[in-house]
């Protein structure tokens, strides 16, 4: 898992486990995750909003912001115990998602039809 910690901090994002050789700079870091917590809850999690105000909170800088090492070994990660309640968890929330994606993008499609059919 990699997590964004300057600029745009806090957006989480799965690598899975056959990606292959990559780098990681200094905006990201590289999240080994725990085996009592699946990778794809995490993620879904770490992206809420329930997870964004602790991000908002640790966040240092005032011209280029940035969540330190310590801020992110502290975050509180709130999950249930079971892997498959987790997993559950994480493609409900993913499949909601892509649905709330492709709505969005066919109300973009309407709003830029609707103008030139009324004018």
Sequence with gaps: ??????GTYGIAAVVPPDFGLANINQHSVRI?????IAPEYLCVFLNSDLCRPQ??????GSSRFALDYPAIKNLRILYP?????QQKIAIDIMKRLAESSELRKKADAISEVLPKTLG
Excluded: C, E, G, Q
């Design 55 to 60: 991000f908002d909170r640790a966040v240092t």
């Design 32 to 36: 080994r995750v725990a085996d009592d």
């Design 81 to 85: 115990p079971d892997k498959k309640t």
């Design 1 to 6: 898992m990699v997590l964004t910690i300057t």
